[in-house]
């Protein structure tokens, strides 16, 4: 049949997403409590599908193509987790608005502008949801919001967008993100005018490259990272972690007060390796009476020594840290050396781990308790292994890098320091 097609048919049939929709990508008109949805939240594990979901269902409204849409819609929100993150996924990314566009129907970006237009008159704005302010004012009768729950300031950049989607009959928005336990994500569920649509990796696996399904999916499955990034579940708190998801909930707080000392602790890898352990690179300021302030998670993975060491010391200058409090246990004189080789100037203070990671994470995690931990917006990586770590330390096995920079910071700022403080407001 195919085959008798002329080439503009065969064109337009691959352009016709519903035709070749997984189960999870298909449109239904009913939400939860089976009357018309106002939000279609999207979870999914990675490569599941999830961007070209979203990227064709704004494309089936700028056009109102059916079944996704009865009419057309002409002015919509794109939020991403930042502004480069809305960009190089919503907009240009291998499953972004320009790249499943046809020709014909392809809209103008203007990053200039963060704005996308439509030769039909349909635009389209992108926000980033570190900034839930720019969010005030505009208005929408669409929105498409990708990967939330990642965003630093999800309640305040959700909440301000609801209060844009006043345009039209029928306001809608799709919500496409990989799972966690945030308070946000379990509203939305328990909403009765939310559809929710679930799918795995496995569920796009035509489409995935066969290494990664080898080998990604063979090393994870199973485990709590493996089910959440890869099945698309939604993981609640581990039992005998030393945190939960309430805790540090209660522990957040929008801004840090004057800050008398601060101190960036660092948690560097063995190895810079492909795979490798993250360097943990958490940075946390003292304020009045005593309570601690997590101002930021610089963590990340395959950094080469000289890499991390300039991380670590822009972080300090950035902040106007006083100190580095490394761990030296894996590298010795070499941390401190290839720190100095970047700023001989900055005060380096070593630290070595006598004691088992639960012992020296358990006196800090009491902290939390008592209220004398706050968290300056939300770190959900660094959050994730806090209510992931037990007994037995993380349930995917690998090292608690990001809390093991935490708690060195912590511990420094609460063992007391000697010299007069220095009050800085961030």
Same mark, same amino acid.
């Given at each position: /049949?195919?085959?008798?097609?002329?080439?503009?048919?065969?064109?337009?049939?691959?352009?016709?997403?519903?035709?070749?929709?997984?189960?999870?990508?298909?449109?239904?008109?009913?939400?939860?409590?089976?009357?018309?949805?106002?939000?279609?939240?999207?979870?999914?594990?990675?490569?599941?599908?999830?961007?070209?979901?979203?990227?064709?269902?704004?494309?089936?409204?700028?056009?109102?193509?059916?079944?996704?849409?009865?009419?057309?819609?002409?002015?919509?929100?794109?939020?991403?987790?930042?502004?480069?993150?809305?960009?190089?996924? /919503?907009?240009?990314?291998?499953?972004?608005?320009?790249?499943?566009?046809?020709?014909?129907?392809?809209?103008?970006?203007?990053?200039?502008?963060?704005?996308?237009?439509?030769?039909?008159?349909?635009?389209?704005?992108?926000?980033?949801?570190?900034?839930?302010?720019?969010?005030?004012?505009?208005?929408?009768? %669409?929105?498409?919001?990708?990967?939330?729950?990642?965003?630093?300031?999800?309640?305040?950049?959700?909440?301000?967008?609801?209060?844009?989607?006043?345009?039209?009959?029928?306001?809608?928005?799709?919500?496409?993100?990989?799972?966690?336990?945030?308070?946000?994500?379990?509203?939305?569920?328990?909403?009765?005018?939310?559809?929710?649509?679930?799918?795995?990796?496995?569920?796009?696996?035509?489409?995935?490259?066969? %290494?990664?399904?080898?080998?990604?999916?063979?090393?994870?499955?199973?485990?709590?990272?493996?089910?959440?990034?890869?099945?698309?579940?939604?993981?609640?708190?581990?039992?005998?972690?030393?945190?939960?998801?309430?805790?540090?909930?209660?522990?957040?707080?929008?801004? %840090?007060?004057?800050?008398?000392?601060?101190?960036?602790?660092?948690?560097?890898?063995?190895?810079?390796?492909?795979?490798?352990?993250?360097?943990?690179?958490?940075? %946390?300021?003292?304020?009045?009476?005593?309570?601690?302030?997590?101002?930021?998670?610089?963590?990340?993975?395959?950094?080469?020594?000289?890499?991390?060491?300039?991380?670590?010391?822009?972080?300090?200058?950035?902040?106007?840290?006083?100190?580095?409090?490394?761990?030296?246990?894996?590298?010795?004189?070499?941390?401190?050396?290839?720190?100095?080789?970047?700023?001989?100037?900055?005060?380096?203070?070593?630290?070595?781990?006598?004691?088992?990671?639960?012992?020296?994470?358990?006196?800090?995690?009491?902290?939390?308790?008592?209220?004398?931990?706050?968290?300056?917006?939300?770190?959900?990586?660094?959050?994730?292994?806090?209510?992931?770590?037990?007994?037995?330390?993380?349930?995917?096995?690998?090292?608690?890098?990001?809390?093991?920079?935490?708690?060195?910071?912590?511990?420094?700022?609460?063992?007391?320091?000697?010299?007069?403080?220095?009050?800085?407001?961030?």
């Amino acid at each position: /049949m195919l085959a008798t097609l002329p080439p503009t048919a065969l064109r337009r049939l691959a352009d016709d997403f519903a035709l070749f929709a997984h189960a999870h990508q298909e449109h239904a008109e009913t939400g939860n409590d089976g009357a018309p949805w106002i939000t279609w939240l999207v979870l999914g594990g990675r490569g599941a599908g999830k961007t070209r979901l979203g990227a064709e269902w704004v494309r089936a409204l700028v056009h109102g193509t059916a079944p996704y849409a009865a009419h057309r819609y002409g002015a919509l929100a794109l939020v991403g987790e930042s502004e480069r993150d809305a960009r190089d996924v /919503m907009v240009e990314g291998a499953s972004g608005l320009l790249t499943i566009s046809p020709r014909g129907e392809r809209p103008l970006w203007i990053p200039t502008r963060r704005r996308l237009e439509w030769p039909n008159g349909a635009v389209a704005q992108v926000f980033s949801a570190d900034d839930p302010d720019s969010l005030r004012g505009p208005q929408f009768d %669409a929105a498409w919001c990708d990967e939330l729950a990642k965003w630093r300031y999800a309640d305040a950049a959700f909440d301000m967008l609801q209060f844009g989607l006043r345009l039209g009959t029928t306001p809608r928005q799709m919500i496409t993100t990989t799972p966690r336990p945030i308070p946000l994500i379990r509203r939305l569920i328990a909403d009765p005018h939310t559809r929710v649509t679930r799918a795995g990796t496995a569920a796009n696996r035509d489409h995935l490259a066969p %290494a990664f399904l080898r080998t990604v999916v063979a090393r994870y499955a199973g485990t709590r990272l493996g089910r959440q990034e890869l099945d698309g579940e939604l993981i609640e708190d581990r039992p005998d972690a030393l945190w939960s998801r309430a805790l540090i909930e209660a522990c957040r707080v929008r801004a %840090a007060p004057p800050l008398s000392r601060i101190v960036v602790g660092l948690d560097p890898p063995g190895s810079s390796r492909r795979g490798a352990d993250a360097c943990g690179m958490v940075a %946390a300021g003292r304020g009045e009476g005593g309570l601690v302030y997590v101002l930021e998670d610089a963590s990340e993975s395959g950094l080469t020594p000289a890499a991390w060491a300039a991380r670590a010391v822009a972080l300090v200058r950035r902040l106007d840290a006083d100190a580095i409090v490394a761990e030296v246990n894996m590298g010795g004189e070499m941390v401190k050396t290839v720190l100095r080789e970047v700023d001989a100037t900055v005060p380096v203070k070593a630290v070595h781990a006598t004691r088992g990671k639960w012992l020296r994470a358990e006196p800090v995690a009491a902290l939390y308790e008592q209220g004398r931990v706050k968290h300056v917006g939300a770190f959900p990586p660094l959050e994730d292994e806090m209510c992931d770590f037990g007994l037995d330390g993380l349930s995917s096995g690998r090292s608690p890098d990001r809390l093991d920079a935490l708690v060195w910071a912590v511990t420094a700022l609460t063992a007391g320091s000697r010299g007069e403080p220095r009050v800085r407001r961030l």
